[in-house]
T-cell receptor
């Protein structure tokens, strides 16, 4: 039981390049999330997927797209990377909504540097 | 979602109890208090949550005041591995159709010393 896994661990991009961050969970969770964390800051929600087949914007969605590929996998795509997107990206999942289901479990993060 | 206020940093001696306070004076009746922590460079880790009653699990205890305007996370016997940033988060219980958003503030940086 690996929990939440993310690939890659590190990535360096040039401005304008595109890439996809992958996230998978093996806990049979319904909901999945993408956050970014800038140095010395708290986490900010980019996009989330409440259940398979649905996605919605969070606090800072501009410059990103997401795909809930199936129940296990939720990817984050940067179509044209910008230096302002240099950050650590965390994926998380939760069983769903309601008492006892809202706890989120986080992956180890992807460190992205955009030059 | 209610806003939270936490001290920027705290120190604790190894083996002693670490008591981390959180003020959430604008909390409403259906809002839960959640605690997460983030050890350097790792993903946040869930610790505990509660609504009205005090809660305890294998990691920590959560004490919520009667008026629910503040709470304290207690690590009963702090170890060096407990050195981390601790986030107190307050948010509403969701109805179906809502989304599960955690708003992370700056948190409290806890340093556990030998």
């Amino acid at each position: 039981n690996a929990g939440v896994t993310q690939t890659p661990k590190f990535q360096v991009l040039k401005t304008g390049q595109s890439m996809t961050l992958q996230c998978a969970q093996d806990m049979n969770h319904n909901s999945m999330y993408w956050y970014r964390q800038d140095p010395g800051m708290g986490l900010r929600l980019i996009y989330y997927s409440a259940s398979e087949g649905t996605t919605d914007k969070g606090e800072v969605p501009n410059g990103y797209n997401v795909s809930r590929l199936n129940k296990r996998e939720f990817s984050l795509r940067l179509e044209s990377a910008a230096p302002s997107q240099t950050s650590v990206y965390f994926c998380a999942s939760s069983e769903g909504y309601g008492q006892g289901k809202e706890t989120q479990y986080f992956g180890p993060g992807t460190r992205l540097l955009v030059l | 979602d209610a806003k939270t206020t936490q001290p920027t940093s705290m120190d604790c001696a190894e083996g002693r109890a670490a008591n981390l306070p959180c003020n959430h004076s604008t909390i409403s009746g259906n809002e839960y208090v959640y605690w997460y922590r983030q050890i350097h460079s790792q993903g946040p880790q869930y610790i505990i949550h509660g609504l009205k009653n005090n809660e305890t699990n294998e990691m920590a205890s959560l004490i919520i005041t009667e008026d629910r305007k503040s709470s304290t996370l207690i690590l009963p016997h702090a170890t060096l591995r407990d050195t981390a940033v601790y986030y107190c988060i307050v948010r509403a219980r969701l109805l179906s159709g809502g989304y599960n958003k955690l708003i992370f503030g700056a948190g409290t940086r806890l340093a556990v010393h030998p």
